[in-house]
């Protein structure tokens, strides 16, 4: 079956490390997504990507990075200069009419710092 | 620019009672609606859409939900809970030809009381 796989699932980080986590997708969906989640807030914007080689800054960008070499995947990197990375993230994907048929979602990468 | 409001950050309701989960929009141009459903440390899975069909729209597990274009509303409901719908709620807007992206509610989390 198609669908989006995210790993890891639970992920622990020391301060002033830089962590990735993974995203892939089969559906051959053009667009892809990253999302954080906290307590409260919804889902915020981190980066996305509408086509491979190249990606936009979100609404939280600052302290995350990634690439889209490849249409499949979509990896972001927690760095350092991200303060507060404890949260839940979340990638999606959309095919190219995606704003009438919505997103699919992976089911989450749960990032820990220890 | 879009934005998204749910009334309502936690709703209780009894098992076999109705379930009603608020969400209004705001939005220059007609939009696409969408509600999703998630299940804890997992990823959100589509309920429903209004893509400008039917304003009164049926999904899955027996939820459905009316657009109303003079109230700017979109809001779920369930003529019975169920102990298995106790999960956290988005609402979700996009509008045709600004790229594909969703504007999220922060979310309703929904308890079942037996």
């Known amino acids: 079956d198609g669908g989006i796989t995210q790993s890891p699932k639970y992920l622990f980080r020391k301060e002033g490390q830089n962590v990735t986590l993974s995203c892939e997708q089969n559906l051959n969906h053009d667009a892809m997504y990253w999302y954080r989640q906290d307590p409260g807030q919804g889902l915020r914007l981190i980066y996305y990507?509408?086509?491979?080689?190249?990606?936009q800054k979100g609404d939280i960008a600052e302290g995350y990075s990634v690439s889209r070499e490849k249409k499949e995947s979509f990896p972001l990197t927690v760095t350092s200069a991200q303060k507060n990375p404890t949260a839940f993230y979340l990638c999606?994907?959309?095919?190219?009419?995606?704003?009438?048929?919505?997103?699919?979602f992976g089911s989450g990468t749960r990032l820990t710092v220890v | 620019a879009q934005s998204v409001t749910q009334l309502g950050s936690h709703v209780s309701v009894s098992e076999g009672a109705l379930v009603l989960l608020r969400c209004n929009y705001s939005?220059?141009?007609?939009?696409?609606l969408f509600w999703y459903v998630q299940y804890p440390n997992q990823g959100l899975q589509l309920l429903l859409k209004?893509?400008?069909?039917?304003?009164l729209v049926k999904g899955i597990n027996g939820f459905e939900a009316e657009f109303k274009k003079s109230e700017t509303s979109f809001h779920l409901t369930k003529p019975s809970a169920h102990m298995s719908d106790a999960a956290e709620y988005f609402c979700?807007?996009?509008?045709?030809?600004?790229?594909?992206?969703?504007?999220f509610g922060t979310g309703t989390s929904l308890t079942v009381i037996p």
């Open positions: 939005s220059s141009v007609p939009p696409y």
């Open positions: 999606a994907s959309t095919g190219d009419r995606g704003v009438a048929y919505g997103y699919t």
């Open positions: 990507s509408q086509i491979v080689n190249d990606f």
């Open positions: 979700a807007v996009s509008v045709p030809n600004t790229g594909n992206q969703f504007y």
């Open positions: 209004y893509t400008s069909a039917a304003t």
